[in-house]
T-cell receptor
Framework: AQSVSQHNHHVILSEAASLELGCNYS??????LFWYVQYPGQHLQLLLK??????LVKGIKGFEAEFIKSKFSFNLRKPSVQWSDTAEYFC???????????FGKGTRLHILP | DTGVSQDPRHKITKRGQNVTFRCDPI?????LYWYRQTLGQGPEFLTY????????KSRLLSDRFSAERPKGSFSTLEIQRTEQGDSAMYLC??????????FGSGTRLTVV
């Protein structure tokens, strides 16, 4: 069965700092990978996804993630964060031919103005 | 707003009572998913429908939980004889193709 591990539960950064949130997954075969974001008081939204092809994936709001198959990782990055990036971020995995997505525990990101 | 709608937004119930939540998906979406999210955890898969057929149920879904999707439109999730451990946010998502979820805002259940 698939599982997802997010290394940081709570991250605090100042505006303009660079961000990297770690994500490792556990599954032996081909996977589809996702990052979701939940802004305060809002529903979960898709930030970016990787199905195949270029392992460097660009998403909305300047976020990107890199799939490193040898490390079973899919870390989320942003070169310069903004106060509006304060949110909870969830890494998620799906095994092909399985219709459900498995989520990590999330990382709560707090950006100081 | 044509997103996924969940009702109620909040529910407080006494232990032992039954509760029912409703999810209205985006109208053209044939897939519907229920997840549960507790404090400090990510969403955990509960069950999944394609049209009116319930195709998968998690082991998290005990006998006290039942979900339906009559006519392949809205869905209901019922919890019988609620326990304090059932306190959580219950999320619904829908999609027209696999893995392209649109989530609702959730129903927060508090069992006292």
């Amino acid at each position: 069965a698939q599982s997802v591990s997010q290394h940081n539960h709570h991250v605090i950064l100042s505006e303009a700092a660079s961000l990297e949130l770690g994500c490792n997954y556990s599954y032996g075969g081909t996977v589809n990978l996702f990052w979701y974001v939940q802004y305060p008081g809002q529903h979960l939204q898709l930030l970016l996804k990787y199905f195949s092809g270029d392992p460097l994936v660009k998403g909305i709001k300047g976020f990107e993630a890199e799939f490193i198959k040898s490390k079973f990782s899919f870390n989320l990055r942003k070169p310069s964060v903004q106060w509006s990036d304060t949110a909870e971020y969830f890494c998620a995995v799906n095994a092909p031919r399985d219709d459900k997505i498995i989520f990590g525990k999330g990382t709560r990101l707090h950006i100081l103005p | 707003d044509t997103g996924v709608s969940q009702d109620p937004r909040h529910k407080i119930t006494k232990r032992g009572q039954n509760v029912t939540f409703r999810c209205d998906p985006i109208s053209e979406h044939n897939r519907l998913y229920w997840y549960r999210q507790t404090l400090g955890q990510g969403p955990e898969f509960l069950t999944y429908f394609q049209n009116e057929a319930q195709l998968e149920k998690s082991r998290l879904l005990s006998d006290r939980f039942s979900a339906e999707r009559p006519k392949g439109s809205f869905s209901t999730l019922e919890i019988q004889r609620t326990e304090q451990g059932d306190s959580a946010m219950y999320l619904c998502a829908s999609s027209s193709q696999p893995l392209f979820y649109t989530f609702g805002s959730g129903t927060r259940l508090t069992v006292v």
